[in-house]
């Protein structure tokens, strides 16, 4: 972005711009800091407590299966998950294996948040190959965590069985204490991950000294940022494991890309003015609208997630912003700062001395640009061919959800487990559709509810509160298909039985209506985020025409990254992919595409109006092409390192984001993005005054010999 005409906003930034980076006032901002980190660092620490990681609480409060849940609280159900534990011998049980079995059922009562009243077993496979206990746990507070620790008191407590006996926990319980393990310390994980993409591409980038200072800026605004959402969720916002970990990535990711774009032009200015305090000066009043600028587009862009119904997507929204606003932050005060203070001897070996070559005017993106400028609409239509055939591979994507089975990139004992159900038991065992109705209609409802296809067993408890408790058991695998089809037809029996005023949850009714939530959102969340997004740009921009363009650039870039990952999604034997994958996925591409987009396009939007559009393209792309490649590779390592995890969901999430921000950085703002500033000239500026202007013919334009100043 330009700097601001109006001269009373151009003397206000030039104000502000000096701040972080004055003789005196630089040690103010780290001081600032650093008291902030003090008081506030403690905190960090209690958001993994705060999280919230059972289904239930992902929905909205309207959604039936939130309804019944919070129903079920007076039967004293509400809180339980079962494990189911599978016991398993090929070759038939024996008595000894039905003796181990029936001494680990009386153990497991005496286990700490076992309901001891309702575990229920050994149960005989019909075939005699199998048996199975069902064992009730109490969550209470600790959700996933509490799950976990009382599925391994379980193991711990069946460890004598007769040799070649499997013990495979599954059911609910199972797969959430999978999920709790696959979890637990992934938190470190992730972040010595990310730390070590930013560290080794800061390496390549800028030498061995001058990673350390975004390193720092960004670490101390990841323990804010932490401290701050851990504060917001006593407010009543929503955060689980999911989001805690895309906070971890976005404030390292981004936060260093705007450290990059600042720290790039910085670099320019050094090779311009003696005086270091000066150089940053006008770095900050150059750069800095434009870093603002994709910041407050990321964070309005992620604060529409707030419309969504499911109250998981809906908190991704606001803890992530919360992240960028303080990364964003950090890298406009805390960064200069160090960077003013360090001195140009953090740059060693290549210090940016005044009168010291700029490299970038003859680099391989001037080189690029040179290639384009030859026939730029030819490349930008072949281009646009490309991305479009790229896209068609996402019509191979399933969303509607990944089964349990599914769920992780290995065989865990929960799914060899569910499998060994499916091959000895009936399929919904452990897994029963709820049902609460009023007392006076109970027999109505439990015939209405028996007499539905896919319902093999009923029961019902005593009443309390002039309401009934009623469970069915699936006849097929809880979260199939079918087995959402059976939720759909209990739903309309039981709503039929007039004066019961029945709600259906249980866990299938809950993975149903998370998955009717996302679709929801996806219908009204991604057209608000467009009309966010281009409404930014042309505020920004002053155009129409450029912010429409560059808005559909990176619409058919997501679209692209989705084919692509749907075709490796096939070739790593993935299958399903989460109903919330495609939303998250295009509020993350879009937004933080557009982010490079912003810093090219303003750029040439200041060159185009010394040298016109054409001329201003190539300058923009051999000025920020460098550092942009930069950003993308951090952007994209950091988001990758979510592969390394052994949920599927969470590899599927990192693999789209980082195909798409590479190819956002590498093909779309590179060469797409310049081609059409080549092709359209300053046209692509309507209907401001700049696209009225008398065009130079490529003739008469000036040869890219350096910078502009």
Known sequence: MSAPTDPDMTDLLGRLSRIPCGRRSKWVVVGVWLVALLALGAFAGKLAGAEKNDNVAWLPGGAESTQAYKQAEKFGNADEAPVVIVYERTSGITDADRAAAAADAAKFKSIAHVTSDKVLGPIPAKDGQALETLVPIRMGDGGWDQLANTVGDIRDAAVDRPSGLSFLPT??????????????????????????????????????????????????ALVIGQSAVFGATKLGLTVNAQSAAILMILVFGAGTDYALLLIARYREELRRHEDKHEAMAVALHRAGPAVLASGVTVIIALLTLLFAELNSTAGIGPVAAIGIAIGLLAMLTLLPALLVIAGRWIFWPRHPNVGTQDQTASGVWSRIGKLVSVRPRIVWIGTGIALVVLAFGMLGLDTDGIAGQDSF???????LGSEAMQRHFDSGTGSPVVV???????????????????????????????????????????????????????????????????????NTAVALDIKRAASHDNKLIVPIVLVVVMAILMLLLRSILAPVLLTLTVVVS???????????????????????????????????????????????????????????????????????????????????VFTTMPIVAFAQMGIVIALGVLLDTLIVRSILVTALNLDLADRIWWPSPLSRRKNQSPDDEPELVGLSS
């Open 171 to 220: 059911g609910p319980a199972g797969y959430a204490a999978e999920m709790g393990a696959a979890f637990k310390g992934i938190d470190g994980m992730l972040l010595y991950s990310a730390l070590a993409v930013v560290i080794v591409i800061l390496l390549a980038t800028y030498g061995p000294m001058l990673w350390l200072l975004p390193v720092i800026s960004a670490a101390i």
């Open 409 to 415: 990139t290995k065989k865990v004992d929960a799914v």
């Open 436 to 506: 609460i109705a009023e007392q006076d209609r109970a027999t109505a409802v439990r015939d209405a509810l028996a007499d539905t296809a896919g319902i093999t067993a009923t029961t019902v408890s005593a009443p309390k509160d002039g309401r009934v408790y009623l469970e069915g058991t699936l006849a097929d695998t809880p979260d199939s298909a079918a087995a959402y089809a059976t939720i759909d037809r209990v739903r309309d029996r039981v709503h039929a039985v007039q004066g019961a005023d029945a709600k259906v949850g249980g």
């Open 558 to 640: 997501f679209f692209a990254a989705l084919g692509a990952s749907t075709l490796l999604f096939h070739a790593l034997g993935f299958h399903g992919a989460d109903a919330g994958l495609p939303l998250l996925t295009f509020v993350f591409l879009v937004a933080l595409g557009i982010d490079y987009n912003i810093f090219l396009m303003s750029r040439v939007h200041e060159e185009a109006k010394k040298f016109g559009t054409r001329r201003g393209a190539l300058i923009g792309l051999s000025a920020t092409g460098g550092v942009i490649t930069s950003a993308g590779l951090v952007l994209a390592g950091t988001f990758a």
